[in-house]
């Protein structure tokens, strides 16, 4: 039955996809997918319809669909789930109340009290919905038979929800609790997600024939895939392959990138403020401006995407350069206001009031990430540049294997345990493991301020490997990773980069370095081309070619682009998008190994 509506949803996908271009990759059939899919699960409801959303689910939806959309297809409102249904809910009297959740056991523990909150009678009037996103799992449905509360809904369905298009070249799956669930609890489900969507983007985009694998839950991936080829019938037709590499990258292949403090523009966005959907908070005090009257707001959610002109031009940048940006683009508006002054005829008029909408959205776009820009310069503070300067000496190297006097005077005073964290986190993956007496040290210091329950968190960082003890006669990787992908570079030019290693000021994303020198080379030799580089890294690393049906063996002709696919499995952050992004720009013709 499961691969039956695999098979069905592959239908669907390649009616959605015939209506897009068929001369190149467009990415924005997924957020037509996930809608019609939507769509399809609410017209099953019948009558008006109420919507109860699990929270983390809202925000990936405010990227496929809008509340007009829902509107205009029966549904008249929208709440958060919550213990008890609203009494205006009831007096109303809708026909249908809708569950939107993911598959977790808090989630159905939400529900119960829910519809025990309603009265028997009430129950009678109500046609009762669960939509499992993205997948039913047998816990939760035992978890309602034990509640005894299966039989109050009229339907229980689940809705797959693959990659959201976050950008024209930029796609995820929203699944933020990944990194902690595959290698903090060992729960693999969310790669048969990963494996999933990849399976959607053949089936659009044909079977990608070269695979490089980079770690375990890469491989298990690759495993999945290879499993549901073998159970899904062939398609009807076969699809020109349009995407010819795709890198798996598991998280853990580079720890090191994951817990260095970010300098770009998007990426201290997301450090101080946090970036969720495409849209982060501020306060809104910074947003007030002099020529204009408006309420004042505690907080003010902006959308950080393409579509602002300005936003799209800095977010790649240092943050050291963003000043300078935003002080050209100010007098180049400055500049276009001017052209009225010039204007001598009415066809120079006519001209100039057909660019004033866009540039009166370029000065509103250019308020709005000065403002940011300014907030984030007030909260660099000392404290700040003293934790990315010890980040610095710690990722070259220098007195990895002895105490961190300010990372100990940090524990004295109770810095934020983040912080502290994150810096013996850097100091440990710089020399593969702290030395045991070393890692006591930092273990007893630590529980002794910060308190005794964060055993739990020291148990968790030591199976994701960010924070361990050497073993006798271990290895050494990093040090030598460093040297050979010249990870640290001095003297780099912040405003005007020729490295990658910019992003982190002087260090560059091994991911990045990787992945630039894969796609530099041919992948169709696979890891053989790096050999001396691959045998450092976490086991398995591995290029594999997939094989498709005969029909769909030749070539697509894109122009004479190769398109490569990049998926990081447990996360990426923002510094990395900015390297990969400026990378055509920024790598030197001899920096291959």
């Known amino acids: 039955k499961q691969w039956y509506q695999r098979r069905v949803r592959d239908t669907i ?7 897009f271009s068929s001369d190149g990759i467009k990415l924005s059939f997924l957020r037509e997918l996930a809608r019609s899919e939507l769509l399809d699960h609410i017209k099953v409801c019948e009558g008006s319809k109420v919507m109860f959303w699990d929270p983390s689910l809202k925000g990936p939806f405010n990227l496929i669909i809008d509340w007009p959309t829902l509107k205009k297809h029966g549904v008249v409102s929208m709440f958060d789930l919550q213990e008890r249904i609203p009494s205006d809910v009831l007096e109303n009297k809708w026909q249908s109340v809708v569950l939107l959740i993911r598959p977790e056991i808090k989630m159905i523990d939400l529900i119960n009290r829910s519809i025990r909150s309603v009265s028997t009678s009430q129950r009678r009037e109500i ?7 993205s997948r039913r799992s047998t816990m939760c449905m035992r978890r309602l038979e034990e509640y005894k509360v299966v039989g109050e809904f009229k339907t229980i369905s689940e809705l797959e929800l693959d990659l959201i298009p976050f950008d024209h070249d930029l796609i995820t799956l929203e699944l933020e609790q990944s990194f902690r669930e595959i290698f903090f609890e060992g729960d693999d489900t969310c790669l048969y997600q990963v494996a999933r969507s990849l399976m959607t983007l053949q089936t ?3 079977v990608i024939p070269n695979v490089t694998v980079l770690g375990e839950s890469a491989k298990k991936v690759l495993d999945m895939i290879e499993r549901m080829r073998q159970e899904v019938p062939p398609a009807d037709k076969a699809v020109v392959p349009k995407i010819e590499n795709l890198i798996l990258v598991d998280r853990r292949i580079d720890l090191m990138t994951m817990v260095s403090s970010q300098v770009t523009y998007e990426g201290l966005i997301d450090e101080l403020y946090g970036i969720r959907n495409n849209q982060a908070s501020f306060p809104g005090a910074a947003f007030q401006y002099d020529d204009e009257i408006q309420e004042v707001v505690a907080a003010k959610m902006v959308s950080l995407t393409s579509s602002d002109p300005i936003f799209k031009e800095a977010r790649d940048l240092h943050f050291n350069a963003v000043g300078h940006f935003l002080s050209s683009k100010a007098r180049q508006i400055s500049a276009a206001y001017d052209e009225k002054k010039d ?3 009415l066809s120079q008029l006519k001209t100039f009031v057909g660019k004033l909408p866009h540039i009166q959205a370029e000065k509103k776009a250019l308020e709005i990430q000065t ?6 310069r007030k909260g660099l503070d000392k404290d700040y540049y003293d934790c990315f300067a010890i980040e610095q000496e710690l990722r070259e190297g220098l007195d990895v294997d002895k105490l961190n006097a300010p990372i100990e005077e940090m524990i004295y005073r109770q810095a934020p345990l983040t912080k502290v964290l994150r810096l013996i986190a850097v100091q440990c993956i710089a020399s593969d493991g702290l030395r045991p007496k070393l890692y006591e040290f930092y273990k007893r210091e630590v529980l002794q301020a910060y308190g005794y329950h964060h055993l739990l968190t020291f148990d968790r960082l030591e199976k994701s490997r960010l924070v361990y003890m050497q073993e006798k006669n271990q290895a050494t990787s990093y040090p030598t990773l460093r040297s050979k992908m010249k990870l640290c570079v001095d003297n780099v030019n912040e405003k005007d980069p020729t490295d990658i290693s910019y992003v982190y000021s002087g260090y560059a994303p091994l991911t990045v370095r990787l992945i630039n020198w894969l796609t530099q080379g041919s992948q169709r030799e696979g890891l053989t081309y790096l050999d001396d580089i ?3 890294l976490p086991k398995p690393c591995f290029t594999k070619k997939q094989k498709s049906a005969p029909a769909s063996q030749e070539r697509w002709d894109g122009g004479g682009e190769v398109h490569t696919l990049i998926y990081f499995i447990g996360g990426c952050t923002y510094a990395e998008v900015s390297a990969l992004d400026s990378s055509p720009r920024t790598t030197p013709t001899n920096s291959s190994p």
Do not use: R, W
Request: charged content about 15%; proline content about 0%.
């Open 371 to 376: 403002s940011i820009a300014a907030l984030i």
């Open 13 to 19: 996908v390649s009616q959605i996809m015939n209506e």
């Open 343 to 345: 204007a001598k005829s």
């Open 204 to 206: 659009c985009y044909g």
């Open 127 to 133: 046609d009762f919905h669960i939509i499992f996103v």
């Open 534 to 536: 691959v045998k450092y």
